[in-house]
């Protein structure tokens, strides 16, 4: 009999075997072996199929139930993965609001009285809008990080000499303002890779190695593919400027 999680007959399993043509046999070769002889080995038989087809039924019965477990915890993590995304939205924009309005005012203000204003007064709302942006980019950039632990995967073919043409494209003014030298070194491949995730670690990576330099320095950026093994190549994006020490590397490199 195979159980319910009540432990009450759910249905029986019952294995019928025609032994006609075994019991033939063997009297044929031992006549004097009677078919009541067979008896004890078919009941064993019969007993050892029985409880087989138990241990089949309640482990049936645990993976159906390990499976409903596995399902109310996936509902659970997408319930809690839900949550968490719209509060982190809620949150960004609460941050986002009063930096727009610094830098919005700020402007308003050094548009229309700019010319009633000491160099000391603009020097000063330079310094807030100067300030107010990078801090907008840093939570655009934690929403986009966020959205990124939900995006799958995939990988297609990428055309790493687009990819970095893009981001370039895109990190123009700031190139431009920081006046910083780019080398490509070109021809680079077709690759295989997720797209929204390449174009993520280049930005990224582009704009820190023209962003953080030591005072006075020109920033100089190198961007290089070389063989990283069989089908495979290194990206490497190399710079002249601060680095980071070596006692923040474990602390950085394991987000």
Do not use: W
Not at 64 to 92: G, P
Not at 117 to 143: C, E, F, T
Not at 154 to 169: C, F, G, Q
Not at 219 to 242: F, Y
Request: aromatic residues 4%; contains cysteine.
């Amino acid at each position: 009999p195979v159980l319910d999680l009540h432990n009450r007959i759910k249905y029986i399993i019952h294995c019928v075997e025609d032994v006609t043509d075994f019991v033939r046999r063997i009297k044929s070769h031992h006549p004097a072996i009677e078919l009541a002889d067979l008896r004890p080995e078919r009941i064993g038989m019969e007993t050892e199929i029985l409880l087989r087809s138990q241990e089949l039924g309640n482990t049936n019965e645990e993976l159906k139930v390990a499976n409903e477990e596995l399902a109310l915890r996936t509902a659970q993590l997408h319930d809690a993965l839900q949550a968490m995304e719209t509060f982190t939205y809620s949150i960004a924009h609460d941050l986002r609001a009063p930096l727009r309005a610094m830098v919005m005012f700020s402007t308003m203000v050094f548009e229309e009285h700019g010319a009633d204003l000491q160099d000391q007064g603009k020097d000063y709302l330079n310094r807030i809008r100067d300030a107010a942006r990078p801090m907008d980019r840093l939570v655009s950039d934690l929403l986009v990080y966020g959205r990124l632990t939900h995006v799958e995967a995939t990988s297609m073919p990428i055309s790493l000499e687009n990819a970095v043409n893009k981001v370039l494209d895109d990190l123009r003014g700031e190139i431009q303002t920081r006046k910083a030298d780019i080398e490509v070194h070109r021809p680079l491949p077709v690759i295989m890779g997720n797209p929204i995730l390449l174009n993520h670690v280049l930005v990224n990576l582009i704009d820190d190695a023209t962003k953080f330099m030591p005072t006075g320095g020109t920033p100089c950026v190198t961007i290089r593919i070389s063989p990283a093994g069989e089908d495979r190549v290194r990206l490497s994006i190399s710079d002249n400027g601060i680095g980071i020490a070596s006692e923040y590397h474990t602390k950085i490199f394991d987000l």
